[in-house]
């Protein structure tokens, strides 16, 4: 069943991810999906202040993924799949092992890897209603 959040300006954001957290207790994989622009990244980076992650969080450009430490020493891992010609491609560098590693994945445009999109995940769409405010899908898939 999915779950509708209204996010009405960027302050929102922190408690848009406490929800999403909740929502997703026991599930290591986000799978992310919306037009370019939709916040993605932004609501990434609020999750990332939330959890302790000291590196800036940016959409991997070149090497499809970046690395992030938490505090307690564990990684995170974040795709950015925008730029995918075939989901393949995710193969070659290892996606499946970084998925099935136990760690957090934070997954853009994860669609264009939907074959291989692990269970259990979350699935975060959102929808750009205008200039600040967004609608935050979440569904689990387990
Ligand atoms: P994406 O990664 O989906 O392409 P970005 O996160 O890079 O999108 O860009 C989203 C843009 O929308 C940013 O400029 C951000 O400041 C803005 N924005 C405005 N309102 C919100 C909101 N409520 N949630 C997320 N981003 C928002
Ligand atoms: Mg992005």
Same mark, same amino acid.
């Not at 200039?131 to 387990?142: A, G, H, L, T």
């Given at each position: 069943m999915a779950i509708q959040i209204s996010c009405t300006s960027l302050n929102e954001l922190p408690e848009v991810v406490e929800q999403v957290l909740r929502a997703s207790e026991g599930i290591a994989i986000w799978a992310l999906e919306g037009d370019l622009g939709a916040g993605k990244t932004t609501f990434l980076q609020a999750a990332g202040k939330h959890l302790g992650v000291r590196e800036a969080i940016q959409s991997p450009t070149f090497s499809l993924v970046n690395e992030y430490t938490l505090p307690d020493g564990t990684p995170v891992y974040h795709f950015d799949f925008y730029r995918l010609e075939t989901a393949e491609e995710a193969l070659d560098i290892g996606a499946e092992e970084y998925f099935y590693s136990g760690a957090r994945c934070w997954i853009e445009w994860a669609s264009r890897i939907e074959p291989y999109l692990p269970v259990p995940r979350l699935s975060i769409y959102i929808h750009r209603r205008?200039?600040? &405010? $967004?609608?935050? &899908?979440? &569904? $689990?898939? &387990?």
């Open positions: 205008d200039n600040e &405010e $967004r609608i935050f &899908e979440i &569904e $689990r898939y &387990e």
